[in-house]
T-cell receptor
Framework: EDQVTQSPEALRLQEGESSSLNCSYT??????LFWYRQDPGKGPEFLFT???AGEEKEKERLKATLTKKESFLHITAPKPEDSATYLC??????????????FGQGTRLTINP | DVKVTQSSRYLVKRTGEKVFLECVQD?????MFWYRQDPGLGLRLIYF???????EKGDIPEGYSVSREKKERFSLILESASTNQTSMYLC????????????????FGDGTRLSIL
């Protein structure tokens, strides 16, 4: 059974204090790993897709990396507007041309000014 | 810009009622999905559709049905609402997966928070 575990559940940082969020996964044949950001009362917003070990993607203060067992979301010099829940999802197989995603439970990130 | 619109942000219904949740996307996406999101359980797939009138069960389809009569619209139906269906419901859409190694991301609406009393 495909599984995704995110840690920590919650993380509180000071503005400018860099850190990393972890997403560990077990999947039979990874076809893609997705990172989303979710603000309170909103739906998840797509950030990155990673396909193979060693791949990295960057967007502003965020950088996502991938190994064979886990992915990290590095946040450099975060600002209060980076506060959100970050979700990780893996895709292991296709269903009629649509992804079958398995989501982790998310990391709730709070950046204090 | 990508736009997935869910008809209601908040909904309160009574046990036993038939409930309809509506979702519309304006991106001409082939695939549409319904998830529920619960604290401690994350997002779980209820149903998805890969074409008009086509549907497939997800991980937790019991107590739900879906309808897709037009490409842009995907409805989730609670046949007889129960209190354990109180949840946040999220609709998503994506393009058809066209090539290996290039997966189209799913784009989400802002959700419907449904309370069953």
């Amino acid at each position: 059974e495909d599984q995704v575990t995110q840690s920590p559940e919650a993380l509180r940082l000071q503005e400018g204090e860099s850190s990393s969020l972890n997403c560990s996964y077990t999947v039979s044949g990874l076809r893609g790993l997705f990172w989303y950001r979710q603000d309170p009362g909103k739906g998840p917003e797509f950030l990155f897709t990673l396909y193979s070990a060693g791949e990295e993607k960057e967007k502003e203060r965020l950088k996502a990396t991938l190994t064979k067992k886990e992915s990290f979301l590095h946040i450099t010099a975060p600002k209060p507007e980076d506060s959100a829940t970050y979700l990780c999802a893996v895709q292991s197989r296709l269903l009629q041309g649509a992804q079958k995603l398995v989501f982790g439970q998310g990391t709730r990130l709070t950046i204090n000014p | 810009d990508v736009k997935v619109t869910q008809s209601s942000r908040y909904l309160v219904k009574r046990t036993g009622e038939k409930v309809f949740l509506e979702c519309v996307q304006d991106m001409d996406h082939e695939n549409m999905f319904w998830y529920r999101q619960d604290p401690g359980l994350g997002l779980r797939l209820i149903y998805f559709s890969y074409d008009v009138k086509m549907k497939e069960k997800g991980d937790i389809p019991e107590g739900y049905s879906v309808s897709r009569e037009k490409k842009e619209r995907f409805s989730l139906i609670l046949e007889s609402a129960s209190t354990n269906q109180t949840s946040m419901y999220l609709c998503a859409s994506s393009l058809y997966h066209r090539a290996p190694g290039y997966n189209q991301p799913q784009h989400f609406g802002d959700g419907t928070r449904l309370s069953i009393l």
